[in-house]
């Protein structure tokens, strides 16, 4: 069988790492319209759960990712100055390119063709393939066919890198005479971290963020975060300000097309599914291939139905978290801690009992604050 994937990013390229291996005699190409080391971004991050996803379906892949990963125990929220250390939320991360690099090796061991600098500019362009894959991000040139709908969210955010390595996930909180921000940070190699800064639209236009350049937004959120970032500069690699994409299509394959990753629907990052998501797509997909290698149509089927629920749960997940971000000034009322549980409890699938059990330091203060009349 032949198999074109258009897009190199995690989802394409771990599927065709997936692919080669499990049928050798299959040809199976990558196409991706940047050059091999381009990305945006700095890091990315997985929660405990989504790495414990991987220990369970791919442990090869895991055993390879865990030593290039920074991992913590615990997460923390900054409001006021006042630190809330939350237990029991452990993460990991690692460099975007570090984990492309990794996925590009994959592939060219196991034989995948890898082709960079080359635009796929639509389905007639890969019409010799038996299965086409989808993994080309956000914007997509193979899911017009697929029925899609997409919006913007109102607030802003810069994705921006700085050398200052923090301990752990952080969502350090500030507010000026603009309005209200928020930066989510977290150290993705000894020396480097990520560091997402957002606020919403109202605080954007009265800060005048729209109408300043590279240079000058940079050394606005770094004079907002200053002590933050103890120092250390911010760094940009194409940190524009952007409103996050939310996107869903209505069908996910057509027999011999299939979408995967952003390319399909989007989570907002603030849950950091998105990798997680492309990866958990192309192990969902490589399955059901193997479930039924000799019917394409009844393969592509069975990866819908069976990857539709959860993929649309952390989606809707992601939806009440972007949800509660955008109501960022409101909640600058809050006190720490009444901040710090709020955040917990934002997508309505964190209960009081479920965090107490996961999170019993916290929840012990917090009620111990909330008890005495200050929460």
Same mark, same amino acid.
């Given at each position: 069988?032949?198999v074109?994937?258009?897009?190199?990013?995690?989802?394409?390229?771990?599927?065709?790492?997936?692919?080669?291996?499990?049928?050798?005699?299959w040809?199976?190409?990558?196409?991706?319209?940047?050059?091999a080391d381009?990305?945006? !971004?700095f890091?990315? &991050?997985? %929660?405990?759960?989504?790495? +414990? #996803?991987? =220990? $369970? @379906?791919?442990?090869?892949t895991? /055993?390879?990712?865990?030593?290039?990963?920074?991992?913590?125990?615990?997460?923390?929220?900054?409001?006021?100055?006042?630190?809330?250390?939350?237990?029991?939320?452990g993460?990991?991360?690692?460099?975007?390119?570090?984990?492309?690099?990794?996925?590009?090796g994959?592939?060219?061991?196991?034989?995948?063709?890898?082709?960079?600098?080359?635009?796929?500019?639509?389905?007639?362009?890969?019409?010799?393939?038996?299965?086409?894959? !989808?993994?080309?991000? &956000?914007? %997509?040139?193979?899911?017009? +066919? #697929?029925? =899609? $709908? @997409?919006?913007?969210?109102?607030? /802003?955010?810069?994705?921006?890198?700085?050398?200052?390595?923090?301990?752990?996930?952080?969502?350090t909180?500030?507010?000026?005479?603009?309005?209200?921000?928020?930066?989510?940070?977290?150290?993705?190699?000894?020396?480097?971290?990520?560091?997402?800064?957002?606020?919403?639209?109202?605080?954007f236009?009265?800060?005048?963020?729209?109408?300043m350049?590279?240079?000058?937004?940079?050394?606005?959120?770094?004079?907002?975060?200053a002590a933050?970032?103890?120092?250390?500069?911010?760094?940009?690699?194409r940190?524009?300000?952007?409103?996050?994409?939310?996107?869903?299509?209505?069908r996910?394959?057509?027999?011999?097309?299939?979408?995967?990753?952003?390319?399909?629907?989007?989570?907002?990052?603030?849950?950091?599914?998105?990798?997680r998501?492309?990866?958990?797509?192309?192990?969902?997909?490589?399955?059901?291939?193997?479930?039924?290698?000799?019917?394409?149509p009844?393969?592509?089927?069975?990866?819908?139905?069976?990857?539709?629920?959860?993929?649309?749960?952390?989606?809707?997940?992601?939806?009440?978290?972007?949800?509660?971000?955008?109501?960022?000034?409101?909640l600058?009322?809050?006190?720490?801690?009444?901040?710090?549980?709020?955040?917990?409890?934002r997508?309505?699938?964190m209960?009081d009992?479920?965090l107490?059990?996961l999170?019993?330091?916290?929840?012990?203060?917090?009620?111990?604050?909330?008890?005495?009349?200050?929460?």
């Amino acid at each position: 069988m032949k198999v074109a994937v258009v897009g190199g990013g995690p989802a394409g390229l771990y599927f065709a790492a997936l692919a080669k291996r499990a049928h050798p005699d299959w040809r199976v190409s990558v196409a991706e319209r940047n050059p091999a080391d381009a990305t945006f !971004g700095f890091g990315v &991050v997985f %929660s405990g759960r989504a790495l +414990a #996803f991987l =220990a $369970e @379906d791919d442990p090869e892949t895991y /055993r390879d990712l865990a030593p290039m990963m920074q991992a913590w125990d615990d997460f923390r929220i900054v409001h006021r100055d006042e630190v809330v250390a939350i237990d029991g939320n452990g993460f990991s991360a690692v460099g975007r390119l570090e984990l492309l690099r990794y996925l590009q090796g994959r592939c060219r061991r196991a034989g995948v063709e890898l082709a960079f600098g080359r635009e796929v500019s639509g389905a007639a362009a890969v019409a010799d393939a038996d299965l086409v894959v !989808g993994a080309d991000g &956000v914007n %997509s040139v193979l899911r017009h +066919a #697929f029925g =899609a $709908e @997409d919006r913007l969210l109102d607030n /802003r955010f810069a994705w921006y890198g700085t050398p200052k390595p923090f301990d752990c996930l952080t969502l350090t909180f500030r507010q000026n005479r603009d309005g209200a921000f928020v930066a989510h940070h977290y150290r993705y190699a000894p020396a480097m971290s990520t560091f997402v800064v957002e606020c919403d639209a109202a605080t954007f236009a009265r800060a005048g963020l729209a109408e300043m350049d590279d240079a000058e937004s940079r050394a606005y959120c770094q004079a907002l975060f200053a002590a933050d970032l103890g120092g250390q500069p911010l760094i940009s690699n194409r940190s524009v300000w952007r409103r996050f994409p939310v996107l869903r299509t209505g069908r996910w394959q057509d027999g011999r097309t299939v979408l995967l990753g952003d390319a399909l629907r989007t989570a907002h990052f603030s849950i950091g599914s998105g990798t997680r998501l492309a990866m958990e797509d192309a192990i969902a997909l490589n399955r059901a291939l193997a479930e039924a290698p000799a019917d394409l149509p009844a393969a592509l089927a069975g990866f819908e139905a069976a990857r539709r629920p959860p993929a649309e749960a952390i989606a809707e997940a992601g939806a009440a978290s972007a949800d509660w971000y955008a109501r960022l000034p409101a909640l600058m009322a809050l006190s720490p801690y009444a901040l710090a549980h709020s955040y917990m409890t934002r997508t309505g699938r964190m209960s009081d009992a479920r965090l107490a059990r996961l999170a019993p330091a916290f929840m012990a203060r917090y009620g111990a604050i909330a008890g005495g009349g200050r929460c």
